[in-house]
């Protein structure tokens, strides 16, 4: 019952953060609420038995990446931020247009991959403790299974750092 409640508690706050941190002008607001959201989700999977990933999350994510883009929103110049959101209407459509694209890749992977791999008869608390716990279960499954979701995440990081770099160089 308790888990329940903190289940629902932990998905309702990160919604709610996530929705902030799209629809906040603030820059800082909206990091803010990146790590709430981040937070949240740590709770979320210590609520899945995922110690380790939870861990991760707090130290990762809301550490160390929150540090780097709050760093990146004040080398900004924030003074001409109306201005740099008016530049940005044509690529506001463009980027509702890929989010979609994105939702629904994201629908057929987890459609086509989340039943065959993740099966709950597998990854039982009792079987990843016997494996060796969380962190070898996760090593093995990132260097086997999903080998190239995570070489293609850290592409994608890649591009983002590179992003931040360009968008916060400053104009001669």
Not at 25 to 35: I, R
Request: aromatic share 12%; glycine share 6%.
């Amino acid at each position: 019952m308790l888990e329940t409640v903190l289940f629902y508690l932990f998905a309702t706050v990160a919604i709610i953060s996530a929705v902030f941190v799209v629809i906040r002008k603030n820059p800082v607001s909206s990091a803010v609420s990146l790590v709430i959201t981040f937070l949240s989700l740590a709770g979320l999977y210590v609520l899945l038995n995922a110690h380790f990933v939870a861990a991760v999350q707090i130290l990762v994510y809301a550490g160390a990446i929150m540090v780097l883009f709050l760093f990146v929103i004040m080398l900004m110049d924030l003074k001409r931020e109306e201005d740099f959101f008016s530049k940005l209407r044509i690529q506001k459509y463009f980027g509702i247009v890929f989010a979609v694209i994105f939702l629904a890749e994201g629908f057929i992977a987890i459609k086509a991959f989340g039943t065959r791999s993740l099966s709950k008869e597998i990854y039982t608390p009792e079987n990843i403790a016997e494996a060796g716990g969380n962190t070898k279960v996760i090593g093995k499954l990132l260097f086997t299974d999903f080998l190239l979701p995570f070489e293609v995440t850290s592409v994608l990081l890649l591009v983002a750092i590179i992003g931040a770099v360009v968008l916060g160089k400053k104009e001669d």
